[in-house]
């Protein structure tokens, strides 16, 4: 969409500029909601209730439980939509971003997956919950690098486009073979 215009989403008709603004929203809500709650969970609850029954920690992990699931599933809706309809066009040939949103998604799986059994209730998981509060220090690290990744990618910008190298090979070419032709 953005490629269609300029660069800018400013460039954008109004109509257009809509769905990428709300799903920009979107995922910065829930990455404010979700980093939030769980930096929270980290440094207040945890301490608070350690040594404590655990039937508390399990009640908020309940309430908690959907916030995480639907969070996760906006994550992924909004990420690949800002990725796919305005990363990609946007940042056409550019290696780097490519490779900054690549890392970010696959970092963003192994907080999805450490977010999922914190909240879970499998056997095969227990072993997460009952370090709580080494699990949520290492997902707080992660989501951390996280929105690094993502601010220094939305910071950076789109490179000014370098002239396509193979449009200027075929003048030099030319350039080249006039020469050789005089030098004859
Ligand atoms: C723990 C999970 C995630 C967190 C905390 C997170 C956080 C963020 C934040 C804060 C931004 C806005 C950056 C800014 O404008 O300064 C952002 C942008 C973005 N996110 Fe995520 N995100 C997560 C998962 C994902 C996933 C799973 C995807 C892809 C499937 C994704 C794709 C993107 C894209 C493409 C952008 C726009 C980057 C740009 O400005 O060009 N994110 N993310």
Redesign the pocket.
Known sequence: MAARCGNSLWDLPLMDMILPLIS?WA??GT?IL??GGTAFFRLAVIPALEGENSDLLAKIRGNWKKFVHIGILV??VS??Y??IA??IPQHKGDGL?HAL?GT??LL?MY??FLASVLVGSKPSSQKFRNDAKKWTGVMLLV?AV??GI??F???RGVPAKSPDVSESQPSEQAGNSDDSETAA
Do not use: E, T
């Open positions: 920009r995922h910065v990455a979700l980093v994550f992924l990420g690949f800002n990725y305005v990363g971003y949103i970010k998604m963003a907080v999805f989501a996280i929105v993502s601010g990618a939305k910071v």
